[in-house]
């Protein structure tokens, strides 16, 4: 019982603090709104995400992740860019989750989830994540990018002008793409006469 | 803390190294997918962040999201069906029994 809630309290260790720190800065320091909704959008994100690298279910890992993509679009809304938080929200809420539930579906037998979990290289492969995240991290901090103080507010307009003029090509070649992706994939999943069944 | 281009990055990285963790770590082949897309968003999170903070951008950045998303809903598409493909022939969804290419 307490291996099955592990992650789960870690995972609500993790929101609970950076929600926390959300509230202390309301408070304490008078920040606006929006900030508060960028750190409880990061607390749901983050704790999702460890969720989903965590849970035994590998169902429940699909609803976490649904989860996690629905608070990064409210990231996206944050940033000042909405068409991309919808376009998320129908590719990834919409298309690619219910892709991966299906496919949870196909393929988990009885056994799979009461077995281990993780691979015997759990540890070396939480170590380096870490690793990865500070020097990430290190190398964001130490780094200036030029940007400016505030966000710049794109009208969807702009971005549909951009993208049917400049970048037409690029569009085309993206949907040949995804037309090539539907036939391969209808192509690999699809069963054989006379193969294995 | 929502108006600097540190804290999207940070939130970013951390995400990256959450599914870099769950691709090196689970077992489950459909896990480890979705792992990938977890790294796919937190890119896609650093590409908008760039195109919300740097004026010489204009509207690229969010162009560029766009096709990042259309690419790795093709990327799902071909590696879920594989996927599958694979559990047809080995019974399994476990990639440390996809053995064939060991013996």
Known sequence: ?197 | MSDSLDAYLILAGILFAIGSFGFLARRNAISMLMSIELMLNAVNLVIVAFGAFIPELGAQGSVIALMVIAVAAAEATVGLAIVIAIFRNKKTPLVDEYDAMSQ
Do not use: H
């Open chain 1, 1 to 197: 019982m307490a291996r099955k809630l592990a992650p789960i309290i870690l995972a609500l260790a993790v929101m609970g603090a950076v929600a926390g720190v959300a509230a202390i800065m309301l408070v304490l320091l008078g920040q606006d709104w929006e900030d508060a909704l960028f750190w409880i959008l990061a607390a749901v994100m983050l704790g999702s995400g460890l969720l989903v690298v965590t849970m035994r279910d590998i169902i429940r890992c699909g609803l976490a992740m649904i989860v996690c993509f629905g608070a990064l679009a409210g990231i996206y809304v944050i940033l000042g860019a909405p068409l991309i938080a919808a376009a998320q929200v129908i590719v990834y809420i919409g298309a690619i989750s219910v892709l991966i539930l299906f496919a949870i579906m196909l393929t988990q037998t009885k056994a799979a989830p009461s077995r281990l979990v993780f691979q015997t290289q759990a540890v070396p492969a939480a170590i380096s994540a870490g690793v990865i995240a500070i020097v990430l991290a290190l190398t964001v901090g130490a780094t200036d990018w030029g940007e400016v103080p505030e966000r710049i507010r794109l009208a969807t307009n702009a971005l549909s002008q951009v993208l049917f003029t400049d970048f037409v090509l690029a569009f085309e070649i993206v949907s040949v793409l995804l037309l090539a992706a539907v036939v391969g994939g209808v192509f690999l999943a699809k069963r054989e006469p006379g193969g294995p069944s």
